[in-house]
């Protein structure tokens, strides 16, 4: 190949640089129910154009975490899924303004698949008025999994869970929840565990720049 062929080859790759290594992991239904199926295939919403950034990596995982840990990075709108090997599942994801965010660790004390919804009082008082309980379906803002935090054996309120707004992967808004494209919640929810551990990084605390990632899509 002509030097000057290779030279524009690296040029290309430089946005790709950085130590962490990604690899777009291929969408797949494999972890969908029937009613999964049934439920998405009729969504009351709009198909969102996911930035490449957003979707589901298999990257290089640098921390100390366990596998089968769940770690959110607020900062830069990723929560990663810790395997072994040093490797982990990055996927995008919505996070609450820095006001209302949960931050700190938790464990997986509850899963739940097309969940009902009970907004809280203070929801209601925002942003309602809601009826008391809104049913699982795919026009419930928990979309089509429901993984609960608790500390200790206190419900934190707060839940990594799909959405009915994906438009809104990768910014921070008014929820203090920790929202997922519903395939993607679905594939995380597929390989969680009960009492799972979860670290929620507090904002400027992002785990970007301890993994080398200075890629971003």
């Keep these: ?69 769940i770690l959110v990075d607020t900062d830069a709108r990723y929560l990663y899924y810790v395997l072994p090997d040093g490797k982990a599942i990055r996927y995008g994801v919505a996070v609450g303004e820095e006001a209302m965010a949960f931050s700190g660790v938790a464990r997986v004390g509850r899963l739940a698949e097309w969940p009902d919804w009970v907004p809280t009082a203070d929801i209601q008082a925002r942003l309602g008025p809601y009826p008391a309980r809104v049913p699982g379906g795919p026009a419930n803002p928990l979309g089509a999994r429901g993984i609960y935090l608790y500390v200790g054996n206190k419900d934190t309120l707060y839940r990594i ?42 904002p400027g605390q992002s785990a970007r720049a301890e993994m080398g990632g200075g890629w971003r899509g």
Aim: glycine share 6%; charged share 20%; net charge neutral.
């Design 1 to 69: 190949m002509p030097r000057s062929l290779i030279a524009l080859f690296a040029i290309a790759l430089l946005p790709l640089g950085g130590c962490m290594q990604t690899t777009l992991s291929p969408s797949t239904d494999a972890s969908m129910t029937p009613r999964d199926r049934q439920l998405l295939a009729h969504t009351p919403y709009a198909k969102a154009n996911v930035p490449e950034q957003y979707l589901r990596h298999i990257v290089d995982y640098h921390r100390k975490e366990q596998p089968g840990t």
């Design 161 to 202: 869970h799909g959405t009915n707004q994906p438009e809104y992967i990768g910014q921070a808004i008014s929820s203090g929840c920790i929202r997922m494209r519903n395939e993607d919640v679905i594939d995380l929810y597929d390989r969680v565990k009960l009492n799972s551990m979860v670290v929620v990084l507090p």
